[in-house]
């Protein structure tokens, strides 16, 4: 199936669950493939300052974007090149060179529950790349903060170093320990910004993946720090196009459990009770590296699909709560019977890439809470279900369509049938949630997309090497794939729902 046939058949079931047409919601069915449109945050932005100043004895200061500036020194007091605003947003003003690293093998033995390396060979994306455990990598910011795990750390002294990206000096980020390290950046000094300031984002999503990346600040970003944004939200950077804006967690789609803000699974471990074992891919060709790496991959599914059994219990206590109709709680209790059936088809395909029977681990429930205010329960779902329920629906589409194997094809193809009603019951949810909304309630629900929709146009940071036959995309693909989905889908349908609540408001 085409992209634009899948994403055209997706919309047309969300809008027919909202009782609109394809016409009303003013899509065409000439999409394009990547349209990015553009999106309004909220209120929040501020003003940088010119990056030169005068000081006192005549000359150009070029780090002054904030008053009350500080430089931050690296280990042993040395110079970082970027500078420390009151507020905490940090920036950088110059590129310090430092000394060139020696190249050092890593030491990443392969014990380590996840593994996004195996040797030094597999960490090409900058020079100096090594394979170290995450525990002495201290987190390296080009892959995920697990501890237990084998990421690619890529070391560096300067700018060179990074080809497209930059030198973060010790000191500078929460994670470092020694030497530099290399991070994606859309700048390198305040030069490079109309506005004079290369801010630095740092954030540790819900699925524990460090994002660390170089990016202009401009008078029209949604937000400067978290504080702008709502409780549990992050200021963060988005990319060229977005900016900076307010953003939630940066997980894997579907219908996460969030507590606490933050995204909740359980570990696998050994045991024969959560695999299912009629859909198993043929894994008899595949080489040992890959199929741990298919083996990992389906794990996360895996633990996504088992949270989200919690998620939608959740779902059912704040629906009593706010009064639903019948209708509405039936389909969220058949919604986590789904879930647990996914669960079960995501530990059968990850057990067979392994070798073993694998399941999940206790839950940790710990924090949870039930959020009652209709406001509340509006925003949350918008973000976990509106948009990133539906994004799963597309991926798990395109992925039934890229695969090779059979078997695997017919795991994704389950998964999208039932996660693409989930996303109608959460749009149908929003309908009712919203029917009879005053103006301010709708322009509220329509701020809330704007910042999700932000959040979901960031890049994933995928490190692991691309196999499209067997679901595994780079981060460019499945980037654009979410942006497709985003601009042929989303948008469009909640532009056409809120229009129509406007007017009636």
């Known amino acids: 199936m085409s992209e634009r046939l899948r994403f055209t058949t997706l919309r047309t079931s969300i809008l027919a669950a909202l009782g609109l047409s394809i016409a009303a919601c003013g899509a065409s069915t000439n999409d394009t493939d990547e349209s990015e449109l553009p999106v309004e945050g909220d209120g929040g932005a501020h003003d940088a300052r010119d990056a030169e100043t005068i000081d006192a004895d005549g ?5 002054s974007v904030c008053d009350g500036v500080e430089p931050i020194l690296g280990f042993g007091g040395t110079p970082t090149g970027f500078y420390l605003c009151p507020d905490g947003t940090r920036y950088r003003a110059e590129a310090i060179v430092m000394e060139t690293p020696v190249q050092r093998p890593g030491t990443c033995k392969g014990t380590e529950k996840r593994r996004y390396c195996s040797t030094d060979a597999d960490c090409t994306k900058y020079p100096y790349g090594r394979c170290l455990s995450g525990k002495e990598a201290n987190f390296a910011p080009d892959g995920p903060a697990y501890v237990d795990s084998c990421d690619c750390h890529y070391e560096c002294g300067s700018d060179d170093d990074c080809p497209g990206g930059a030198c ?8 470092s320990s020694s030497g530099g390290f290399c991070a994606n950046a859309d700048c390198r000094t305040g030069a490079d910004c109309a506005s004079g300031e290369c801010g630095l984002y740092e954030f540790t999503d819900g699925c524990f993946e460090r994002h660390l990346a170089l990016g202009c ?5 949604a937000c400067r720090v978290d504080s702008d944004c709502r409780p549990y939200d992050h200021c963060g950077y988005l990319g060229a196009e977005a900016g900076w804006g307010c953003h939630g967690e940066l997980c894997m789609p579907g219908r996460p459990l ?9 570990s696998s471990q050994s045991r024969d009770d959560w695999t299912g074992d009629e859909l198993i891919p043929d894994v008899s060709t595949l080489a040992p590296e890959l ?140 309908a009712w949630l919203l029917d009879g909304a005053t103006r301010e309630e709708v322009e509220e629900a329509e701020r809330a997309f704007a910042e999700a929709i932000q959040a979901a ?46 007017l009636a408001a």
Request: net charge neutral; charged share 25%.
């Open 291 to 430: 199929r741990e790496r298919l083996a990992q991959h389906w794990l996360d599914i895996a633990a996504m699909e088992h949270a989200s059994v919690g998620s939608f219990a959740r779902f059912s206590l704040q629906l009593l709560a706010l009064g639903a109709s019948p209708d509405l709680l039936a389909e969220t209790q058949r919604a986590a019977l789904d879930e647990v059936e996914h669960a079960r088809m995501a530990y059968g395909v990850a057990s067979a890439y392994a070798g073993r029977k694998l399941g999940p681990g206790p839950l940790d429930p710990t924090g949870i809470q039930l959020v009652t205010n209709r406001a509340e329960a509006l925003r949350a779902l918008i973000f976990e279900a509106c948009v990133n329920e539906t994004l799963g629906v597309a991926e798990a589409l395109a992925m039934a369509d890229t695969v090779r194997d059979a078997l695997l094809a017919e795991v994704h193809r389950r998964i999208a049938r039932d996660e693409q009603r989930h996303a109608e019951l959460a749009w149908r949810t929003l």
């Open 59 to 63: 000359e150009r200061n070029p780090v």
């Open 457 to 502: 146009k960031l890049a994933p940071n995928v490190t692991q090497e691309p196999a499209p036959e067997h679901g595994l995309l780079d981060s460019k693909s499945l980037g654009a794939l979410r942006r497709q989905a985003l601009a042929q889908v989303i948008e469009p349908c909640a532009s056409q729902l809120l229009g129509r609540l406007k």
């Open 217 to 221: 600040r401009t008078a029209d970003d």
């Open 258 to 266: 969030f507590i606490e803000g933050r995204a909740r699974r359980a």
């Open 168 to 175: 973060i000096p010790n000191g500078v980020w929460s994670g």
